[in-house]
């Protein structure tokens, strides 16, 4: 851990110019001052009814079926989460994300729309690397900059990035060597616009900690998700503490489909929130999956279900 923090200070007092004539100062000065950069903290101003919390709940945009449309905002007031995570857009063979953020009109109407509802953009996501290489695709760089480009031009300060099934460094370990490369690069782009890029991947949370070691960049940051130690049948709560408050930017708070997570019975949720309590994490906790098998297309009443359990748990008192 000491290591990995001398690491991190080394890194950012090399950057401080750089990073001080971003946009994003609060990102900036949490990791200047050698400080976690969680989720709260690196997501511009918080509507009032919020503001005080530690945790915060949000919803994908993908999984509510409202992928980069405005109208995930509405969904999300009715589901009673304080945020969306909204996605870049679709990848298939193209050059970059089939993103409409790209337009300045466009991107007004979604911060416009937010506004509306009293709701944050908690993070941009890039869903699209759950089924495409990181490792291999050609214009990963072109990727990166447009979805850091746009975190910037809407005051976003983290990206979750998958590595997803073709990047899993537990089954294919040989594309190691490039995805480090890769991500040390996107590093550099998210530290000149004082942005986060919060990665999830298939090792565990020991395994992350090298990796974010070899990266070296304070930029690059671990986007936890519940799911990834459950499958594999590791405790939660250990692989929280192994990574430690410093190297989570955001977690999606999820399980696989199946039943909420107030009847999941491998979620001990309220040690959970003690875990985090006690490592001294405060952010976004997102709901991905853990939609009832009874129905799992009615979006609201399946996240609506999660977010008022986890706001019973994380936001109570």
């Not at 990073?19 to 100062?25: E, I, K, N, Q, R």
């Not at 530290?191 to 991947?201: L, N, Q, R, Y």
């Not at 990266?215 to 990574?243: H, K, M, V, W």
């Amino acid at each position: 851990m000491s290591k990995f923090l001398d690491r991190m200070q080394a890194h950012a007092s090399m950057s401080r110019r750089r990073f001080l004539g971003s946009a994003g100062v609060a990102v900036a000065a949490g990791l200047l001052s050698s400080r976690a950069l969680t989720g709260a903290e690196a997501t511009g101003a918080a509507p009032p009814a919020v503001a005080h919390q530690r945790y915060k709940i949000g919803v994908c945009d993908w999984m509510i079926l409202k992928r980069q449309k405005l109208g995930a905002f509405k969904w999300t007031d009715q589901i009673g989460a304080d945020g969306v995570e909204v996605d870049m857009g679709s990848l298939g063979q193209r050059d970059t994300f089939d993103s409409q953020l790209a337009d300045p009109a466009v991107r007004q109407q979604f911060l416009d729309e937010a506004r509306k509802f009293n709701l944050e953009i908690c993070s941009i996501a890039m869903s699209g690397f759950y089924a495409q290489s990181f490792a291999e695709r050609p214009t990963v760089p072109r990727m990166m900059q447009d979805c850091v480009d746009t975190m910037k031009a809407m005051n976003v300060k983290v990206a979750f990035l998958p590595l997803g099934v073709r990047g899993d460094l537990v089954k294919q370990p040989e594309l190691r060597p490039a995805i480090v490369e890769r991500l040390k690069a996107a590093g550099a782009q998210a530290e000149e616009a004082g942005v986060v890029i919060g990665v999830e991947t298939a090792l565990d949370a020991a395994g992350d900690v090298k990796l974010l070691e070899d990266i070296g960049s304070p930029a690059i940051r671990i986007y936890f998700n519940f799911s990834n130690a459950l499958q594999n049948g590791r405790d939660l709560c250990q692989e929280l503490q192994t990574l430690g408050k410093d190297r989570i930017c955001q977690i999606h708070c999820t399980d696989q489909d199946g039943v909420w997570l107030q009847d999941n019975t491998r979620i001990d949720m309220p040690k959970v929130k003690q875990t985090l309590d006690d490592m001294g994490w405060r952010g976004w906790l997102v709901i991905e999956r853990s939609r009832s098998a009874k129905n799992s297309r009615d979006v609201v009443w399946n996240f609506g279900a999660n977010t008022k359990y986890l706001k019973s748990i994380f936001q109570a008192g």
